[in-house]
Each structure stands twice: as C-alpha cells, then as structure tokens.
C-alpha cells in the first residue's frame, strides 16, 4: 500500500501522438504548487515507431529532471475515428509505461472527473480549464491546451489521492 506524505510531487500527462502535455505540481494538504509543465510534440514525418520512442525517451528525461512521486494520466477519449483513437492508444501506452518503468504509481483520470475537480463540471470546455488550472497554479505557462490539460490531470489526482478511491492503481 502506498505511504500518504505531506508534501507529494505529481506529474499529470495528457497524452497524444502529435502533442502530449505534461505538468509537474507539488501538493501539500490543499496547497498546490507549480513546478513546471510543457508539450512535448513529436515529427509527423516519422513512423509511429519512432514517434513513440521519442516520446517515451523525452518522459524519462522529464521523470529524471523533475524527480514526482505520483503519475496521473488522462484517460483515452475515443472517438469516431478509429486510426486517430488507435494512434492515441500507443500514445497513452507510453504515458502509462514511463512512470511505471521508473517505479512511479500511475493513476487513471477520465476527462469528466478531471474537468468536474477543476472546473466543477464535468462539460466544461478546454478555455474554462486553461482558465482554473492559471487561477490555481500561478505561474504556470502553459504553452498550449495539452500543458493545461495534463496539470488539470496533475491537480484532479491531487484532489482524489488522499481518498479511498484514488487508490485505484493501475497495473
């Protein structure tokens, strides 16, 4: 079972194939802390192969660098298209396997549950979550939509972690 500590380093991913956002925040009690975020963005010129080993070396360097204790990933929305909700599998399989390569627990939040802990509700719109996560993370920079996201992702898991039903690991 996993120790709680009062002061716990989170990185939140918010995974895709061409664009996947990644933010680090410390939490302690209901204070948040930005650490940093970022997109890291792959070359749609290469194979997908290739594509997700970038991926997978630049979240080792950001893993090594930043040093979080916990993982929490967005869970796959899937879409009418087939090849771009597939694509965006091998991406979150990356996402999950990363931390976990590291000994990180790896948490799994829906886009509902992470919108409803940020915003309040479950539809809100990608501006209205840029909007809460710079309200409460002061500083971040958030360079694109999918940097938000992945700390909204960061910011849900430090709401739910210290309930029972948080403790949902994934394996």
């Known amino acids: 079972m996993l120790q709680m500590r009062d002061m716990v380093r989170i990185l939140g991913i918010d995974p895709g194939l061409r664009f996947t956002g990644w933010g680090v925040l410390e939490a302690e009690g209901n204070r948040l802390r930005h650490v940093a975020d970022g997109v890291i963005s792959t070359d ?17 360097e950001i893993i090594s660098a930043y040093g979080p204790d916990e993982a ?3 869970e796959t929305y899937v879409n009418r298209n087939a090849t771009a909700t597939l694509k965006l599998g091998y991406a979150r399989g990356v ?16 886009a509902k549950t992470v919108k409803m ?5 479950g539809g809100a719109d990608k501006e209205q979550v840029g909007q809460m996560v710079r309200r409460l993370l002061p500083g971040a920079a958030q360079k694109r939509a999918d940097a938000a996201d992945a700390l909204a992702v960061a910011i849900c898991h430090a709401h739910h972690r210290s309930t029972a039903n948080a403790w949902k690991q994934t394996s």
Not at 117 to 121: D, F, R, W
């Open 44 to 60: 749609g010129g290469e194979s997908v192969p290739l594509r997700l080993k970038d991926l997978d070396s630049r979240l080792a």
């Open 72 to 74: 929490a990933v967005e």
């Open 95 to 110: 996402a999950l396997l990363a931390p976990a390569r590291a000994g990180i627990p790896v948490f799994e939040y829906g």
């Open 117 to 121: 802990a940020v915003v309040g509700t």
